[in-house]
Nanobody
Framework: QVQLVESGGGLVQAGGSLRLSCATS????????MGWFRQAPGKEREFVAA????????YYRDSVKGRFTVSRDNAKNTVYLQMNTLKPEDTAVYYC???????????????????WGQGTQVTVSS
């Protein structure tokens, strides 16, 4: 059983930055594709970014490309999401998740992920 704990959320003004962290334990971190999702009130959970090992191959939804960067530190069993130039529409609860069986479809599908964190709130004020 893999445990994931997110941190780093908060309130920031538009144009600001936040760095989310997701610390994992209880599994072999390097064997998982690590994803970030978000869910705004009244909306479905949506894919934000993912990073695949080996090779640190990164994937992003179009609306965050050039603003968000996903990274991972296998030695610390931690994945990060650096969020720059934040916009009010980025406001949501952000979740990290671990995926054991990668495909391009599975990567963007919440139900395909094996383990989830509890989420961290990100609020961007205009």
């Amino acid at each position: 059983q893999v445990q994931l704990v997110e941190s780093g959320g908060g309130l920031v003004q538009a144009g600001g930055s936040l760095r989310l962290s997701c610390a994992t334990s209880g599994g072999t971190f390097s064997q998982y594709v690590m994803g970030w999702f978000r869910q705004a009130p009244g909306k479905e959970r949506e894919f934000v970014a993912a990073i695949k090992w080996p090779g640190n191959i990164r994937y992003y939804r179009d609306s965050v490309k050039g603003r968000f960067t996903v990274s991972r530190d296998n030695a610390k069993n931690t994945v990060y999401l650096q969020m720059n130039t934040l916009k009010p529409e980025d406001t949501a609860v952000y979740y990290c998740a671990a995926l054991s069986r990668w495909s391009t479809t599975a990567m963007v599908t919440p139900n395909e992920y094996d383990f989830w964190g509890q989420g961290t709130q990100v609020t961007v004020s205009s």
